[in-house]
């Protein structure tokens, strides 16, 4: 037999013969501790409804939040995300309900920070669960005007850390929003809130489902390239992270984040800072359908999981949370 290399005497399947030299050897591994799971939340009481666009997803009724949140409590998720669905007599064109002290992400916080105060709290800070158009911002002749949304944006920052929110996160895409909110919470004393900023979000299409989750998906006529990021572009990503941490985040988000990874990577590797991933509807729906059809087993969602820590991402917002924590003492 001809020998190439060191073969036999190299053979790399030792190290993969058994369940624990894997895991002795895996350069890799997920807990409790990467992820943060999303919840939505919906008007009424005792409401507890199924999301069509989104299979095993569901929104809750304020009061009926401590359902999830006691899993999340016994499972030891760190964080969850709120978002909520809101109903079209409360939207507008410039989304005030953003700003109303008794909407459905305030009274959540005050909820979870009396019941539930050990889970971390992370609030998006984003117009399109409130416009009646459906977008980030704030249309001012038929544009997408950057200065009057940060106007309101920073009030419902405030507003947020006010009512409790440990991670402000601003989805918007608005330039120059995360210094004016850094500058706003320190001057009310909200020093430790952190900001989460969504420095890298694409014009993907894959972010239908939640769309329809939040309710926004009916109103929007016109898509949101002329402020989010373009997906054939990954250098633009830099100048993104690079002013945002120059203004003041402390972590920034690339999403979507199954098919960015190399974007992951490369925010990783040149910025030496912590990385969110969010593993949106559209990546979840492909998942979970498949499985569903039986054309993929549920530990491809962990290794989905995977790919993002292997990355680079220091923690994973993912659909998936609850079930990926019951489901990893089977793995390997």
């Not at 105060?117 to 158009?133: E, F, K, N, R």
């Not at 790919?307 to 991402?313: T, V």
Request: with cysteine; charged share 25%; aromatic share 8%.
């Amino acid at each position: 037999m001809k020998i190439i290399g060191s073969y036999p005497k190299t053979r790399l399947r030792r190290l993969r013969q058994s369940k624990w030299i894997r895991n002795l050897m895996s350069e890799n591994s997920i807990s409790n501790n990467d992820l943060i799971l999303p919840i939505f939340v919906r008007e009424g009481k005792n409401k507890v409804e199924n999301i069509k666009s989104m299979p095993g997803i569901k929104r809750y009724s304020v009061d009926k939040l401590p359902l999830i949140l006691k899993q999340v409590q016994i499972y030891k998720i760190p964080m969850v995300a709120l978002f909520p669905f809101t109903p079209d007599n409360k939207k507008n064109n410039k989304g005030t309900e953003a700003l109303n002290r008794n909407n459905l992400i305030c009274k959540s916080l005050k909820l979870i920070k009396k019941k539930f105060p050990g889970i971390g709290v992370m609030c998006d800070v984003a117009l399109d669960p409130y416009t009646s158009h459906g977008h980030d911002g704030v249309i001012i002749n038929n544009e997408i005007d950057n200065d009057e949304t940060i106007k309101i944006l920073t009030k419902q920052a405030l507003l947020q850390a006010k009512m409790g929110c440990d991670v402000i996160a601003p989805s918007d895409m608005m330039d120059g929003r995360v210094g004016i909110i850094r500058s706003a919470l320190d001057k009310a004393n909200f020093k430790n809130v952190c900001i989460l900023s969504y420095a890298v979000k694409y014009a993907s299409n894959f972010y239908g489902p939640f769309r329809d989750a939040i309710g926004s998906k009916s109103k929007l006529k016109k898509n949101k390239k002329s402020y989010q990021m373009d997906y054939r572009n990954s250098m633009e990503a830099f100048r993104e992270v690079a002013l945002d941490l120059k203004e003041g985040a402390d972590m920034v988000m690339v999403k979507p984040g199954m098919m960015y990874l190399d974007i992951i990577d490369k925010i990783k590797s040149n910025f030496k800072i912590p990385v969110i991933a969010y593993q949106v509807s559209g990546e979840y729906i492909l998942i979970k359908n498949a499985i569903q059809n039986n054309f993929l087993t549920k530990d491809a969602i962990i290794e989905s999981i995977i790919s993002f820590k292997r990355a680079g991402a220091s923690a994973i917002v993912t659909y998936f949370a609850i079930e990926i924590v019951k489901r990893l003492k089977k793995f390997n």
